[in-house]
Structure formats: C-alpha cells, structure tokens
Nanobody, 114 residues
Framework: QLQLVESGGGLVQAGGSLRLSCAAS????????MGWYRQAPGKPRELVAR???????NYADSVKGRFTISRDNAKKTVYLEMNSLKLEDTGVYYC????????WGQGTQVTVSS
C-alpha cells in the first residue's frame, strides 16, 4: 500500500520561507505525477504545483515565481520550496501522487502571519 507522509509545515511571518517534504513508502510505478495541493478554511482544495516523473512542472498562477517543486526519485520524496510567503498562502498542504490511482497524505498546516 502506497503511503505519503508530509513534513515541514509551521508558522512563518509574511515574506518568509518554508520547505515542505513528502516521503512516499511502498511500491511506486515509474510513471507518476507528484504534487502539492492546499486547502484554506472555507475554500476548496486547489492545486499548488505538480511534477511528473520526467520532471515537467506545473504551478498555480498565484505561486509562480515564489514556489519551486522538486523531487528525488531515489528517495521517493517530493519537495515544495516556498518563498515570499503571503497571508493567502495559509492552509493545509496535502501531498498527492497519481499513478494508476490517486493517493493523498494527511496534510501539514502552513500558517503565514502578518
């Protein structure tokens, strides 16, 4: 059974930085897409960034130029480097992997304060 465990969330001031990590355990098909989604209170879950097993990336317009997604296939880990954080980046960040089916992590809270 494939499982995802996120880490790295926390409280940070606006303008600061955080790095999220998501480690996968279990057998992962070689062709997959890993990504980060977030959900703010009262809002639907939205895509933040995703990266394919070949390294292609997609970002939400709201985070372009500030966030960077990367992955280490040997470690089965995906990262999200978040810089110039804004109040509106606050939310629960979920790791996601799509192979033959979709899997989610348990989420990690990111709170940006003024």
């Amino acid at each position: 059974q494939l499982q995802l465990v996120e880490s790295g969330g926390g409280l940070v001031q606006a303008g600061g930085s955080l790095r999220l990590s998501c480690a996968a355990s279990g057998i992962i098909p070689s062709i997959n897409t890993m990504g980060w989604y977030r959900q703010a209170p009262g809002k639907p879950r939205e895509l933040v960034a995703r990266i394919s097993s070949g390294g292609s990336t997609n970002y939400a317009d709201s985070v372009k130029g500030r966030f960077t997604i990367s992955r280490d296939n040997a470690k089965k880990t995906v990262y999200l480097e978040m810089n110039s954080l804004k109040l509106e980046d606050t939310g629960v960040y979920y790791c996601n992997i799509i192979t033959f089916r979709q899997y989610w992590g348990q989420g990690t809270q990111v709170t940006v304060s003024s």
